[in-house]
């Protein structure tokens, strides 16, 4: 059953220029994955520095296979250790599945 992944970031302005190409570099290494079926990145209108990435895949066990990887938690490492927050991640599903 295929899952709906949203992952939030606060990022300060200041660090946007350096964070924006971490967040390519990590959906180009997710494009990779098995199960990976697309994503696209939001910039909040109402809040600048928020952003949100809808990724979908396959299956949960696909995105966790993901989520638990090295080379994802180096990435995203940089990324939190730069805007100094958490990356909240929330696995969503269609209604009725």
Sequence with gaps: MAVKILIKRSIGQEVAPVVRPLIVELRAHAMK???????????????????????????????????NSQDRKILEDKIDSITGMATEYTAYVQLGN
């Design 33 to 67: 994955q098995p199960g990976y079926v697309s994503g696209e990145t939001l910039k909040c209108i109402e809040r600048p520095g928020e952003y949100l990435v809808i990724s979908t895949w396959q299956s949960l066990d696909e995105w966790n296979k993901w989520l």
